[in-house]
């Protein structure tokens, strides 16, 4: 039985994919930052382990607990709309801190037992914004094209120790606490210049405006997530969800 850690399994896509993986009979090891017994079914298959992945100790207090790890999954996430300029100092750390630096650490925590076994699965959860960038995510985008990056040049390092790297790039995902939590940050922004307000007012119009079935939903990341997991052809970037493919056209010229 093979095992996989999730990180960001509260909600969104970190919940379907544990939801996938342990009805396909994996070991399954669900983190989050506050344990809900009740998102996830009983199972002796299944380990729930609190874990926030700004806080090094808990990370690797997580990763003692978790034992050999197949397959890691970075999916924990923030988001926040705002124009760069009244976009709080703390707030983009925070973004930096979770998209990027507790991807960095996380991995680094499961390197030593991956590399040990000389076998193993990384998979970073990025963002189609790092292939069409779209205003007022400057932060966010940001932060996930570091990932990006980190994962390439991660991949071809890890490649000889029989250590796998991918990278899923989801779409816009509709409903999500994702989404939801960042349009509630882009109107709990205080102090925009005014200079700004007709661009976004005209971006939140446009927000939302497209139609549910042309965008990502958790099914489309989880086929990419599993199909990084198990199938040793798979690309090492796979983009998942109709806007995110079409954003990949658009930059590929098609």
């Known amino acids: 039985m093979k095992t996989v ?7 969104g896509f970190g919940l379907a994919i544990a939801h996938h993986f342990l009805g396909n009979g994996w070991k399954v090891i669900a983190t989050m930052r506050k344990i809900n017994r009740d998102l996830l079914p009983q199972s002796e298959n299944l380990e729930l382990i609190e874990l926030d992945v700004t ?3 808990s990370i690797h207090r997580a990763i003692e607990l978790a034992g050999d790890i197949d397959v890691l999954v970075n999916n924990a996430g923030v988001g926040w709309l705002s124009v760069l300029e009244s976009a709080p100092d703390k707030v983009i750390r925070s973004i930096f801190d979770t998209n990027t630096f507790g991807c960095f650490e996380m991995i680094r925590a499961v390197l030593p037992g991956m590399r040990a076994n000389g076998v193993g699965t990384i998979i970073n959860v990025s963002s189609s914004v790092t292939i069409k960038p779209l205003p007022l995510l400057a932060a966010y985008t940001a932060s996930k094209a570091a990932l990006n990056a980190f994962s390439e040049c991660l991949a ?4 000889p120790l029989g250590i ?3 990278l899923v790039l989801p779409g816009q995902s509709p409903g999500t606490d994702f989404s939801k939590n960042a349009i509630a940050a882009m109107e709990q922004t205080s102090k925009t210049p005014t200079e700004y307000e007709p661009f976004i007012k005209e971006v939140m119009s446009k927000f939302g405006s ?3 079935e042309d965008l990502t939903h958790s099914k489309d990341v989880v086929e990419a997530v599993w199909r990084a997991a198990t199938d040793i052809e798979s690309p090492f970037k796979l983009v998942a969800g109709k806007d995110a493919i079409r954003a ?6 098609g």
Do not use: D, F, R
Not at 5 to 11: D, E, K, N, Q
Not at 156 to 159: D, M
């Open 164 to 166: 796998n790297v991918h």
């Open 55 to 57: 806080q090094a100790k």
């Open 248 to 253: 990949q056209q658009e930059a590929c010229g």
């Open 210 to 212: 497209t139609a549910p």
């Open 5 to 11: 850690l999730i990180t960001g399994c509260s909600s």
């Open 156 to 159: 071809l390092e890890l490649k």
